[in-house]
Structures are given as structure tokens and as C-alpha cells.
């Protein structure tokens, strides 16, 4: 048989002859003595890619292809010849190890609402890949332990699936993560806290069902954004949590189950923007360290089991634009926490400050006060770690803005239509 040139849009025809040879950047070169049992394709198809790297990955994309359900906007017609860097939802670049090389560095399925029963064999085998984000598909399934293998890998979103199981542990050993989203799935049990140590700038780890007390390396975290709303974590929120003040910028405990009392060591977050522990069962007072908080703009404790004094430095916080205390159990505010009601800043109803409106009844406010609560080092809540303004001034107040974390956690999961 003399020297032919093969090619086929076939897949197996790719994985037993083509696979071999690889050679520059043409996926299909001449082929001798070839098996009678194999025939080849009538009409010869030639694929160039761009980079002996696509050429590579080019099979895997095919492979995974084949193994989607469900593409309602038929988003892997595109998915077709050696083009790949435009495939939609793929984007090549150069890769840190060669700047002349073109590969397949990202991959963005979010909004697609494709299903698959599985991504292991897909992302895993995709050697430059550094971001994959997949936020509203249907994928489900496992994380391949050779994850961890990808030397570039810093950003995975697989938020909004229909993931299951325990926390996916194969995480823990990508080197590089910065970014982890693994929001609204079914993700049970506990998280590592070696999740804590790991050097990511973001955890989204809301709208699962964990259920732990949070951990006591709480703190040792470097992320600046930390979301762990909407899951079933229980106990006090660690002292620990002071030693992340370098870098903590937006704290979401929100509708979880945290019990005990708002730690002292809130205060020395020097860098927070928001906090939102709202619909816990938190109790005691509010510590006057909070005053320390000269960059706060929102603060939620709404629905929990909180008393005492408004304390006037927290009011006294010259970039507050949302202090939410409502359904609390809060007894006095002082002057200038009156101004924040009366500016639209305080939300302070269903208290038990009963020359303001909108309060708790006064058999209601009594009941709650015959329940003895005990906060350890009582006499922290009166300790201010700063320096405040004397004579504190706020300014005037625009419109309420939503900060980053809270529009990724309102980003409710897309209704699939079956």
C-alpha cells in the first residue's frame, strides 16, 4: 500500500491512527503499512492546528463532547474542526512556560446549562488550563484527584451544579488556587480546614449543607472575600478570626446556625467592608471594638438573640451606609445611633426600645430577659484596641450599594426547564 494521507471526523479513527502523530503542528501525516482491517476515510481531511498544544487537547474536547445530555443552546455545534480557540466558551493564550505557544488556557461554561454525568477525563487532562469557571450547568459527578496536577490552574467555579457529596478533597492539592466557588450544590458533611490555610483570595462555599462548627484556624485564612452563608455551621465565631485583619474584606455567616457571643477580636479586622452573621442565634452584646472598623460600610446581625446597648462608636462609623440590628433584642441607642435611624442607616425595628416604633412587645422583651446568657471575658465588650474620633461626623448618605460577594451570593440557581 502506497503512502496515503488519512483524516476523519470519526473518533475512533482519531485515537488509533492519528494520535501517533503528532509531529510540528499538522494533526494528520502519512501513514505506511497500514492494517487492511482499517479503511480509510473516502474523502482526506486535513487539520492544521495553530499549536502542537491544541492538537493535543483537541481528542479530550471530542471525547467530552460526546458525553454531554443536554445542550439547549447548542453550544458544542461550535465545537467542530482544529479551530478550537474559537470554540465557544473556550480562550487560548500563551502559556507561562512559553510565550511563542498557543494553548488552552481557559474555559467559561457559566449561563450554558449544559449536562454531563461527569467532568473527570475533561479538565483534568487539559494540561495548561488556569481558569475553568461552569457556574448553571447540570454537571455532577466527582473531581478527579489529577486536578492537582495542573501546574497552572488558579481559578475554579463550579458553583450552581448539581454536585454531591462531601467537600471534593482533590482541591486541597492544586498549588496555585487563588479562586474556589463551589456555591449551590449539594455538597455535604464538613469542610478541611485545611481549606483555611490554602492561599486563595476567594471561598465561596455558600448554598451547600455543611454542617461543623467552624473551624478554630478560621483565621488563618489569606482570602479577602469569605462566604459560608446558607449551610447548617454551628457554634462561636473564632477568636482566631482577628489573625486574617491583613486581608479580610467581606464576611457572609448569614442563615447558618452560629451560636455565642460577637468575639472582641472582630474589631482588629482593620481592612473589613461588610459582615453579615444576620439569621444566627448569636447573643450578648455588640463590643465596642467594632468602633475600630473605620472602613465598614455594611454591617447585618439581624435575627439573632443580641442585647444591651447600641454601642455609640459603632454608630459613630464615619462610612457606614447599612447597619441592620432589627429583630434583635437590643434595650437602648444613645444620640448619634438615633441620627442613623432617623438617616435611613439603622434598621433597629423589632427591638426592645419602646419609645421607638416597630418594637418587640413588652411581654415578649421580658420573657427574653428572665433567660440568664453568659459571654466569656465580659469585660472585653467595653474595651476599645483604637484610637476614635472625638468628635465623629457622618457623612452623608447616598444610595445603598451592594458589595461583590453579596451579588455572587444572590445569584440564585437558574431553573432548568426539564
Same mark, same amino acid.
Given at each position: 500500500?502506497?503512502?496515503?494521507?488519512?483524516?476523519?471526523?470519526?473518533?475512533?479513527?482519531?485515537?488509533?491512527?492519528?494520535?501517533?502523530?503528532?509531529?510540528?503542528?499538522?494533526?494528520?501525516?502519512?501513514?505506511?503499512?497500514?492494517?487492511?482491517?482499517?479503511?480509510?476515510?473516502?474523502?482526506?481531511?486535513?487539520?492544521?492546528?495553530?499549536?502542537?498544544?491544541?492538537?493535543?487537547?483537541?481528542?479530550?474536547?471530542?471525547?467530552?463532547?460526546?458525553?454531554?445530555?443536554?445542550?439547549?443552546?447548542?453550544?458544542?455545534?461550535?465545537?467542530?474542526?482544529?479551530?478550537?480557540?474559537?470554540?465557544?466558551?473556550?480562550?487560548?493564550?500563551?502559556?507561562?512556560?512559553?510565550?511563542?505557544?498557543?494553548?488552552?488556557?481557559?474555559?467559561?461554561?457559566?449561563?450554558?446549562?449544559?449536562?454531563?454525568?461527569?467532568?473527570?477525563?475533561?479538565?483534568?487532562?487539559?494540561?495548561?488550563?488556569?481558569?475553568?469557571?461552569?457556574?448553571?450547568?447540570?454537571?455532577?459527578?466527582?473531581?478527579?484527584?489529577?486536578?492537582?496536577?495542573?501546574?497552572?490552574?488558579?481559578?475554579?467555579?463550579?458553583?450552581?451544579?448539581?454536585?454531591?457529596?462531601?467537600?471534593?478533597?482533590?482541591?486541597?492539592?492544586?498549588?496555585?488556587?487563588?479562586?474556589?466557588?463551589?456555591?449551590?450544590?449539594?455538597?455535604?458533611?464538613?469542610?478541611?480546614?485545611?481549606?483555611?490555610?490554602?492561599?486563595?483570595?476567594?471561598?465561596?462555599?455558600?448554598?451547600?449543607?455543611?454542617?461543623?462548627?467552624?473551624?478554630?484556624?478560621?483565621?488563618?485564612?489569606?482570602?479577602?472575600?469569605?462566604?459560608?452563608?446558607?449551610?447548617?455551621?454551628?457554634?462561636?465565631?473564632?477568636?482566631?478570626?482577628?489573625?486574617?485583619?491583613?486581608?479580610?474584606?467581606?464576611?457572609?455567616?448569614? /442563615? =447558618? @446556625? *452560629? $451560636?455565642?457571643?460577637? &468575639?472582641?477580636? %472582630? #474589631?482588629?479586622?482593620?481592612? +473589613?467592608?461588610? !459582615?453579615?452573621?444576620? /439569621? =444566627? @442565634? *448569636? $447573643?450578648?452584646?455588640? &463590643?465596642?471594638? %467594632? #468602633?475600630?472598623?473605620?472602613? +465598614?460600610?455594611? !454591617?447585618?446581625?439581624?435575627? =439573632? @438573640? *443580641?442585647?444591651?446597648?447600641? &454601642?455609640?462608636?459603632?454608630?459613630?462609623?464615619?462610612? +457606614?451606609?447599612?447597619?441592620?440590628?432589627?429583630? =434583635?433584642?437590643?434595650?437602648?441607642?444613645? &444620640?448619634?445611633?438615633?441620627?442613623?435611624?432617623?438617616?435611613?442607616?439603622?434598621?433597629?425595628?423589632?427591638?426592645?426600645?419602646?419609645?421607638?416604633?416597630?418594637?418587640?412587645?413588652?411581654?415578649?422583651?421580658?420573657?427574653?430577659?428572665?433567660?440568664?446568657?453568659?459571654?466569656?471575658?465580659?469585660?472585653?465588650?467595653?474595651?476599645?484596641?483604637?484610637?476614635?474620633?472625638?468628635?465623629?461626623?457622618?457623612?452623608?448618605?447616598?444610595?445603598?450599594?451592594?458589595?461583590?460577594?453579596?451579588?455572587?451570593?444572590?445569584?440564585?440557581?437558574?431553573?432548568?426547564?426539564?
Amino acid at each position: 500500500m502506497g503512502s496515503i494521507s488519512l483524516c476523519s471526523k470519526s473518533l475512533l479513527h482519531i485515537s488509533i491512527l492519528f494520535l501517533p502523530c503528532f509531529i510540528g503542528v499538522t494533526y494528520c501525516q502519512k501513514f505506511q503499512g497500514l492494517s487492511p482491517l482499517i479503511s480509510p476515510p473516502l474523502i482526506p481531511e486535513i487539520l492544521n492546528f495553530l499549536d502542537q498544544r491544541l492538537a493535543l487537547v483537541f481528542p479530550i474536547i471530542q471525547v467530552f463532547k460526546d458525553t454531554i445530555t443536554s445542550d439547549p443552546f447548542n453550544i458544542t455545534q461550535t465545537w467542530v474542526g482544529p479551530d478550537i480557540c474559537n470554540y465557544k466558551g473556550f480562550y487560548c493564550t500563551s502559556p507561562p512556560d512559553n510565550n511563542s505557544a498557543v494553548a488552552l488556557a481557559s474555559i467559561d461554561f457559566n449561563g450554558f446549562q449544559l449536562s454531563a454525568p461527569t467532568l473527570d477525563g475533561f479538565i483534568d487532562q487539559l494540561p495548561d488550563l488556569a481558569l475553568f469557571h461552569a457556574n448553571s450547568n447540570k454537571f455532577s459527578g466527582t473531581i478527579s484527584p489529577k486536578i492537582s496536577k495542573l501546574p497552572f490552574l488558579y481559578e475554579l467555579d463550579i458553583s450552581n451544579n448539581n454536585f454531591h457529596g462531601n467537600f471534593p478533597m482533590e482541591i486541597l492539592g492544586i498549588p496555585g488556587l487563588s479562586f474556589l466557588d463551589i456555591r449551590f450544590n449539594f455538597f455535604t458533611g464538613t469542610v478541611p480546614p485545611e481549606i483555611f490555610t490554602q492561599g486563595l483570595d476567594v471561598l465561596f462555599l455558600n448554598n451547600n449543607n455543611f454542617i461543623q462548627k467552624l473551624p478554630e484556624n478560621l483565621g488563618s485564612t489569606t482570602v479577602l472575600y469569605l462566604t459560608l452563608a446558607n449551610n447548617k455551621f454551628i457554634g462561636p465565631i473564632p477568636r482566631s478570626i482577628s489573625k486574617a485583619s491583613a486581608t479580610l474584606k467581606e464576611v457572609l455567616f448569614l /442563615n =447558618n @446556625l *452560629l $451560636t455565642g457571643c460577637l &468575639p472582641y477580636e %472582630l #474589631g482588629f479586622l482593620s481592612e +473589613l467592608v461588610l !459582615f453579615d452573621a444576620g /439569621n =444566627n @442565634l *448569636l $447573643t450578648g452584646p455588640l &463590643p465596642c471594638s %467594632l #468602633g475600630c472598623l473605620a472602613k +465598614l460600610e455594611q !454591617f447585618n446581625l439581624t435575627g =439573632n @438573640l *443580641l442585647y444591651g446597648q447600641v &454601642p455609640e462608636v459603632v454608630c459613630a462609623l464615619g462610612k +457606614l451606609v447599612n447597619l441592620s440590628l432589627s429583630s =434583635n433584642y437590643f434595650t437602648e441607642l444613645g &444620640p448619634t445611633c438615633r441620627k442613623l435611624v432617623n438617616s435611613g442607616v439603622l434598621d433597629i425595628k423589632k427591638n426592645c426600645i419602646h419609645d421607638l416604633p416597630d418594637q418587640r412587645s413588652v411581654l415578649e422583651c421580658d420573657a427574653f430577659s428572665l433567660h440568664r446568657r453568659y459571654c466569656p471575658n465580659p469585660a472585653s465588650f467595653n474595651l476599645i484596641p483604637c484610637k476614635v474620633p472625638s468628635s465623629p461626623s457622618h457623612p452623608s448618605i447616598g444610595p445603598k450599594r451592594n458589595l461583590v460577594s453579596y451579588s455572587a451570593l444572590l445569584r440564585h440557581a437558574v431553573d432548568f426547564q426539564e
